[in-house]
């Protein structure tokens, strides 16, 4: 790899662990703030609407400038919307200021890899990105988790005292924000050094317009490819399932396992760690050319989540996760690789990625209302996990139906 590829990994480490820690502690303030069940989800809705409301923007905003000038410019509106807390903002709306720098972010992280690097190791860098990614997840839920419930961390940063300085910072949640605020600096420090690719676009409209109908185009013709409209369907299909996901374990760790918040966290990372070892793996052992050789693993996984209905004691529960979040990082990194190189060779890159993320982040909104409407429904646990597994079984099945039908235009395609 290009040594330009290991500052954009660092620069992606620390901003995705202060997400991860602000999301667990937004889910603390909620719980001070006794707010209903169903309100947890908002969080991440809130998040992922800039995702959708911005998709026809920011990929011309990314292709604007160089990508690491976009990388610091949107790291700061998140440390700008982490900030906002300390000023009484809402939660849920602090977190969705945060979302607004994340969606126009996103373009810039992925969409450097393509100028970067040749197509042949977009697989690989995708899995060490992935890898990086989930193993900033495991950390940042740890991180969160520590920062917003247990009272030993609390008490150690709240002993602090600066002399001469006197400081509003008297809560355990302000104490975690000042962390979080650290770690979302230090990224941005990465995102200084991030070198120009020099790669340059035709100069973007600046006309909402021209923009809406300009980002309507490129996902047509990538959900009209072949092999576009599969990758995306699956990563579509992942990013939903994976936040609804993320919900579940923390309400399964509660109520099925007995842990606290900070325990239950740690299911997210137990989760994070498998998929970080199956994007490892598929970075080694998959190519571009058999990425669609991984499919049937996707309808494999929605079967073994299933099996979380019948564990109830955490030392089940971690082998259990491991397994699942292994299957969807050997399937979901090679199917993000081939998007990234399709949406590269149809469109330019900010452009494709939004599209992307369009997509993605539409599904999380849905299944997120969905998940909070069985909330507000009080539809019990198992049954929750039962539909969520056999609707990732069944999609996956359609989705491969499909790749059936259109398999010698695929591998035709695939002769890079």
Same mark, same amino acid.
């Given at each position: ?220 013709? =990538?959900?009209?490819?072949? *092999? @576009?409209? &599969?990758?995306?369907? %699956?990563?579509? $299909?992942?990013?939903?399932?994976? /936040? #609804? ?46 990425? =669609?050789?991984?499919?049937? *693993? @996707?309808? &494999?996984?929605?079967? %073994?989540?299933? $099996?979380?209905?019948?564990?109830? /004691? #955490? ?46 982040? =539409? ?6 209302? &969905? ?11 198992? /049954? ?33």
């Amino acid at each position: 790899m290009k040594k330009g590829f290991y500052t954009i990994m660092a620069a992606q480490f620390f901003s995705s662990l202060a997400d991860n820690a602000l999301f667990i502690a937004c889910v603390g303030f909620l719980t001070l703030l006794k707010a209903p069940e169903w309100m947890t989800p908002m969080l991440k809705w809130s998040f992922v609407l800039s995702y959708v409301l911005l998709g026809a923007f920011v990929g011309a905003f990314a292709d604007s400038f160089p990508k690491g000038k976009v990388m610091f410019m949107t790291n700061l509106i998140k440390i700008g919307g982490c900030a906002t807390i300390f000023f009484q903002l809402h939660p849920v709306l602090a977190y969705g200021i945060v979302g607004l720098g994340a969606a126009a972010y996103s373009p810039a992280k992925y969409g450097i890899l393509t100028e970067l690097l040749p197509p042949e190791q977009l697989v690989a860098a995708n899995g060490w990105i992935e890898g990086l990614t989930i193993s900033s997840t495991i950390f940042g839920v740890v991180l969160g988790g520590a920062l917003s419930a247990n009272a030993a961390v609390s008490s150690f940063l709240l002993s602090f005292d600066f002399p001469f300085i006197t400081t509003s910072i008297d809560t355990p949640g302000e104490a975690a924000l000042c962390v979080i605020v650290g770690v979302y600096c230090l990224a941005a420090l990465f995102n200084l050094g991030i070198a120009d690719t020099e790669v340059r676009y035709a100069k973007q409209s600046t006309r909402a317009g021209q923009l809406i109908a300009d980002f309507w185009r490129c996902s047509g013709v =990538l959900w009209r490819d072949k *092999l @576009g409209q &599969l990758s995306l369907a %699956v990563t579509t $299909l992942f990013w939903g399932a994976g /936040t #609804a996901l993320q919900y579940i374990l923390l309400r399964w760790g509660q109520e099925t396992l007995g842990l606290g918040l900070d325990k239950a966290a740690l299911l997210q990372g137990v989760f994070a760690f498998g998929v970080a070892g199956g994007a490892v793996l598929a970075a080694r052992y998959v190519t571009l050319r058999r990425s =669609l050789s991984v499919l049937w *693993l @996707g309808m &494999l996984m929605g079967g %073994v989540v299933m $099996l979380m209905t019948v564990v109830h /004691t #955490a030392w089940m529960a971690a082998p259990l996760l491991i397994v699942i979040g292994g299957l969807a990082g050997f399937f979901v990194v090679p199917m993000n690789a081939l998007l990234q190189h399709r949406g590269y060779k149809l469109m330019s890159a900010g452009h494709s990625v939004a599209v992307q993320n369009f997509n993605e982040n =539409l599904s999380i909104l849905a299944v997120m209302a &969905l998940y909070a409407m069985m909330l507000r429904m009080n539809i019990g646990l198992n /049954t929750t996990i039962l539909i969520f597994g056999g609707f990732v079984a069944a999609s996956m099945g359609l989705i491969m139906l499909r790749h059936a039908a259109t398999k010698p235009a695929c591998n035709r395609e695939l002769n890079l």
